[in-house]
């Protein structure tokens, strides 16, 4: 039905895992922050809070810079990646992840922070007096009420990656098969004359992923709420 | 409540009937748009400084590859004047009746080079057939602008296809939108290699030339220019102020080669 050429198969499915891993990788730490923020008050929680929403506001080319110069073959922690770790984000689908993954972190962490806020503390405070610790009362008791939350931070990044554009391509601009996603395919594609047909079918690639993407989500969603709210 | 809201509005109208004059008057301030391939940038500014100076008419360049130009040239951008990196695209602009052909005309030409990052290791080389390029750029990549469209690529591939070098240097590559961004990721030091014009590499303080492509292994590189159909009376002096002297010396300052006789 939808004749896509190899190429654009190469970009879908390199969007997908690259959207993937930067939501998987970016969860522990999405949850970490949502954590500090929803329940401790500490001294310059103000500004983690900012840096936290900064991507959301910054143009996204200004982040891919930024990307660029702090985690490029040149750049302190990318030279310091590299020579230790000989983890290399430079033109890899690792950077792209990278810049996804930040793009899409304070979709993430809010959705997360305001179910962990709207917890009930007197089910943990329970929990507690029943004996269980700290981490097991996190485990057993916060993190499934902040179940909707979860997901729909994951959704929403998962989608943010997958359309994730100007971070990305300033970082490790437009390589076939190692970094060009879907938005930068469709992108090529638009800017050379006749390839309209081909930037069209991506386009409603794209849209039946991320429609797909919501619907699971939401299932998901009502599913997790039913079980542990009893709704 | 009615009343206010009536008020409301009158001063909305009032407002946008105040306004209407003013950006008609805007519009007819002496302006043209000129489209011009990527690597044009510095020389054209100081050219486009003059001719504003000469003339009073103010030019508004955009600068990009020339695929991407002339795509949105057929989608109905604005611009009066049209210059190519190469003649392929300008035929597209023919072809599909974007460009007036009569004022269509060979201006410059240029040189394609091989550049690395200003503190690299590697050392001039010399670019004839056998060359190997994937070997000179060990694990790194080469980058250069979209060889499927964007002028420089397409020369940078004939090259190395004329030279043997392509097959083996393929996978390394890396492609960027327009030669400026080639250009910029070598001087940043991300990538050891780069093909883009001599002209580029003389703006770029941060990258060297390690090595020129000889003429005859692509096509020659030809920068045409011409009006586009719609383009407005005033776009015809631009063009002719193009090919002047005071133009050429502009170019030529640059590292263009200027192929027209110059006028005046």
Same mark, same amino acid.
């Given at each position: 039905?939808?004749?896509?050429?190899?190429?654009?198969?190469?970009? #879908?499915?390199?969007?997908?895992?690259?959207?993937?891993? =930067?939501?998987?990788?970016?969860?522990?730490?999405?949850?970490?922050?949502?954590?500090?923020?929803?329940?401790?008050?500490?001294?310059?929680?103000?500004?983690?809070?900012?840096?936290?929403? *900064?991507?959301?506001?910054?143009?996204?080319?200004?982040?891919?810079?930024?990307?660029?110069?702090?985690?490029? %073959? %040149?750049?302190?922690?990318?030279?310091?990646?590299?020579?230790?770790?000989?983890?290399?984000?430079?033109? %890899?689908?690792?950077?792209?992840?990278?810049?996804?993954?930040?793009?899409?972190?304070?979709?993430?962490?809010?959705?997360?922070?305001?179910?962990?806020?709207?917890?009930? %503390?007197?089910?943990?405070?329970?929990? =507690?007096?029943?004996?269980?610790?700290?981490?097991?009362?996190?485990?057993?008791?916060?993190?499934?009420?902040?179940?909707?939350?979860?997901?729909?931070? *994951?959704?929403?990044?998962?989608?943010?990656?997958?359309?994730?554009?100007?971070?990305?391509?300033?970082?490790?601009?437009? #390589?076939?098969?190692?970094?060009?996603?879907?938005?930068?395919?469709?992108?090529?594609?638009?800017?050379?004359?006749?390839?309209?047909?081909?930037?069209?079918?991506?386009?409603?690639?794209?849209?039946?992923?991320?429609?797909?993407?919501?619907?699971?989500?939401?299932?998901?969603?009502?599913?997790?709420?039913?079980?542990?709210?009893?709704? | 409540?009615?009343? !206010?809201?009536?008020? &409301?509005?009158?001063?909305?109208?009032?407002?946008?009937?105040?306004?209407?004059?003013?950006?008609?008057?805007?519009?007819?301030?002496?302006?043209?748009?000129? &489209?011009?391939?990527?690597?044009?940038?510095?020389?054209?500014?100081?050219?486009?400084? /003059?001719?504003?100076?000469?003339?009073?008419?103010?030019?508004? +360049?955009?600068?990009?590859?020339?695929?991407?130009?002339?795509?949105?040239?057929?989608?109905?951008?604005?611009?009066?004047? &049209?210059?190519?990196?190469?003649?392929?695209?300008?035929?597209?602009?023919?072809?599909?009746?974007?460009?007036?052909?009569?004022?269509?005309?060979?201006?410059?030409?240029?040189?394609?080079?091989?550049? /690395?990052?200003?503190?690299?290791?590697?050392?001039?080389?010399?670019?004839?057939?056998?060359?190997?390029?994937?070997?000179?750029?060990?694990?790194?990549?080469?980058?250069?602008?979209?060889?499927? +469209?964007?002028?420089?690529?397409?020369?940078?591939?004939?090259?190395?296809?004329?030279?043997?070098?392509?097959?083996?240097?393929?996978?390394?590559?890396?492609?960027?939108?327009?030669?400026?961004?080639?250009?910029?990721?070598? +001087?940043?030091?991300?990538?050891?290699?780069?093909?883009?014009?001599?002209?580029?590499?003389?703006?770029?303080?941060?990258?060297?030339?390690?090595?020129?492509?000889? +003429?005859?292994?692509?096509?020659?590189?030809?920068?045409?220019?011409?009006?586009?159909?719609?383009?407005?009376?005033?776009? /015809?002096?631009?063009?002719?102020?193009?090919?002047?002297?005071?133009?050429?010396?502009?170019?030529?300052?640059?590292? &263009?080669?200027?192929?027209? !006789?110059?006028?005046?």
């Amino acid at each position: 039905m939808l004749d896509l050429s190899p190429d654009e198969w190469i970009a #879908i499915r390199l969007s997908l895992k690259i959207a993937l891993v =930067a939501t998987v990788v970016a969860l522990p730490l999405g949850i970490a922050v949502a954590w500090l923020l929803a329940r401790k008050n500490f001294w310059g929680k103000a500004l983690l809070d900012g840096l936290v929403h *900064m991507p959301l506001v910054l143009p996204p080319v200004v982040t891919g810079y930024l990307l660029l110069i702090s985690f490029g %073959r %040149r750049g302190p922690i990318g030279a310091f990646l590299a020579d230790h770790f000989g983890i290399v984000f430079s033109f %890899r689908w690792t950077g792209a992840a990278l810049s996804c993954g930040v793009m899409g972190f304070p979709l993430l962490v809010r959705p997360i922070r305001l179910a962990i806020e709207a917890i009930d %503390r007197k089910l943990e405070d329970a929990a =507690a007096t029943l004996g269980a610790d700290r981490l097991w009362i996190f485990l057993t008791v916060t993190l499934p009420l902040a179940m909707p939350g979860l997901i729909a931070g *994951m959704v929403l990044c998962f989608a943010k990656a997958l359309g994730e554009f100007g971070a990305t391509i300033t970082f490790v601009s437009n #390589i076939p098969g190692e970094t060009q996603t879907i938005s930068a395919a469709i992108y090529t594609l638009t800017q050379v004359p006749g390839g309209d047909a081909a930037a069209g079918r991506l386009v409603l690639v794209a849209i039946a992923i991320s429609l797909a993407a919501l619907v699971v989500a939401e299932w998901l969603a009502r599913r997790a709420g039913t079980r542990f709210h009893g709704e | 409540m009615r009343n !206010r809201t009536l008020k &409301f509005l009158a001063a909305v109208a009032l407002g946008m009937g105040l306004a209407s004059p003013l950006t008609a008057a805007l519009a007819q301030d002496k302006t043209i748009t000129v &489209f011009a391939a990527a690597s044009m940038k510095n020389a054209l500014d100081d050219v486009d400084t /003059a001719f504003t100076k000469n003339t009073g008419i103010k030019v508004v +360049a955009g600068y990009a590859a020339s695929s991407a130009l002339i795509k949105q040239i057929e989608n109905g951008a604005p611009a009066d004047v &049209f210059v190519s990196a190469d003649l392929d695209w300008m035929d597209y602009g023919a072809q599909h009746k974007l460009i007036k052909d009569d004022t269509r005309v060979n201006l410059l030409s240029n040189r394609l080079v091989l550049i /690395a990052p200003k503190d690299s290791k590697i050392g001039n080389v010399t670019i004839a057939p056998g060359f190997d390029l994937a070997k000179l750029a060990g694990d790194g990549r080469i980058v250069t602008a979209d060889v499927r +469209a964007v002028p420089v690529g397409k020369y940078a591939k004939a090259a190395l296809e004329k030279l043997g070098a392509w097959a083996a240097a393929e996978p390394k590559f890396a492609m960027t939108e327009n030669v400026r961004a080639a250009l910029t990721l070598v +001087a940043r030091g991300e990538a050891p290699l780069g093909i883009v014009y001599e002209t580029d590499a003389k703006v770029e303080p941060n990258v060297k030339i390690v090595g020129a492509f000889p +003429a005859d292994s692509h096509p020659p590189i030809v920068y045409p220019a011409a009006l586009t159909v719609n383009a407005k009376p005033d776009a /015809a002096r631009y063009l002719a102020f193009l090919r002047s002297q005071a133009a050429k010396a502009v170019f030529e300052t640059y590292g &263009f080669t200027f192929l027209v !006789r110059p006028t005046s």
